[in-house]
């Protein structure tokens, strides 16, 4: 799952960052309003939270242009206290949710649970081709009901292969799907941590069939028969 994050305020973006990491979110974090909609027109998220004051272009004016631009990624306002507009502001213009300003983490994960568990959103709950299973909400990766410690990076791997079943997925749509938007990311370090996650969802199963087939040249793919 990969979560944008817009907020200016540099110190509480990157703890937001490292809270979503640390729940193997992968996570972009932007600090204007600009780059922000230019992310989120350019590139594909799970998630966006943005804040509703922002330099360049505020929240709200992001939030009217996505919804706009038809794309109809779940959405979580951040407002600061007191700004009671702002949070029916953000609501008409689009917003899923909101949050105001100082919030817990707890809550911030309860709303980002909620939000992602929409049923038009489909494909968060649990994923599961053949024996294996992955739930994104409790990060739990079972074969054969053997449960299999991933990082986080091999958990969004799979993550996003599982998602897209039957997809031949190129390196290029992986490198974008699984990794931060500024990351400097080549083609080999792909194949690098899919040999790792072989080695955890394939190895110790020699009985089984592999799981991720190699297609030559191009990508992989996760065939679910
Ligand atoms: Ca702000």
Known sequence: MKILVVEDEIK???????ALE???YVVDVVYDGEKGLDLVIGEKYDLIILDSMLPKMDGIEICK?????????????LTARGQIDDKVNGLDAGAD??????FSFEELFARIRALVRRPEKTNDT???????????ISFQVKRSDKTIYLSTRE???????????????SKEQIVNNVWSYDADI??????VHIKHLRDKIEAPF???DPVIKTVHGFGYTIEEN
Do not use: C, W
Request: aromatic share 6%; charged share 30%; glycine share 4%.
């Open 12 to 18: 509480l973006a990157e703890a937001i960052k490292r």
């Open 22 to 24: 640390l729940h193997k």
């Open 65 to 77: 242009e996505i919804r706009k631009a038809g794309i109809g990624t779940p959405l979580l306002m």
């Open 97 to 102: 949710d909101y949050m105001v300003k100082p």
């Open 126 to 136: 649990l994923l599961k081709i053949k024996d294996l299973s992955l739930d994104p």
């Open 155 to 169: 958990f969004s791997l799979l993550e996003y292969l599982m998602k897209n079943k039957n997809k031949i997925l």
């Open 186 to 191: 080549l083609f080999s370090t792909v194949e």
């Open 206 to 208: 020699p009985d089984k």
